[in-house]
C-alpha cells in the first residue's frame, strides 16, 4: 500500500484496523502470485559447471554419435553412465570436470547440455 492511499484513506475516516486489513491481504495477494510462477529452468553447457550429482542423471543431455549407423542421437545422463560400464577412470574424470566426452567401441558420446 502506497503511503498516499492510506492518507487517503485516514482522511476518509477508515479505522486503522481497516487499514492493517488491508496491507495484509495485499501481502498476501502478492506471496500468492509469487508462489504460483513456476522458476525458470537454468541450462549448463559446461560439464565443470554442472553439479556432480546431476551429470550422470535424467537431466543431462549427451550427444551419441555411432560410428556403426552413422547416425547422431540424444541420451540422457544415465544411458551414458550405463554406456561406459566398466571403465571407472573415465567415470571419474567427468565427474570432476576433466572430460567432456568418451569414445565405446561403437559410439562417441559428447556432453552436449543440462536443464534444470
Known sequence: ???NDAEELLLNGASLE???KMKIERDFMDDL???QEKPKPKTY???QDL???KIFSKDAIYRCFNRNAK???YINGIQA???LGLQNHIREKLLNGELDAFTTEDAYVKFDKAVF
Open 81 to 83: 553412465d550405463a554406456m
Open 71 to 73: 547416425s547422431e542421437s
Open 18 to 20: 481497516d487499514l492493517i
Open 45 to 47: 553447457t559446461k560439464i
Open 1 to 3: 500500500m502506497k503511503n
Open 33 to 35: 502470485k509469487k508462489s
Open 51 to 53: 553439479p556432480k550429482e
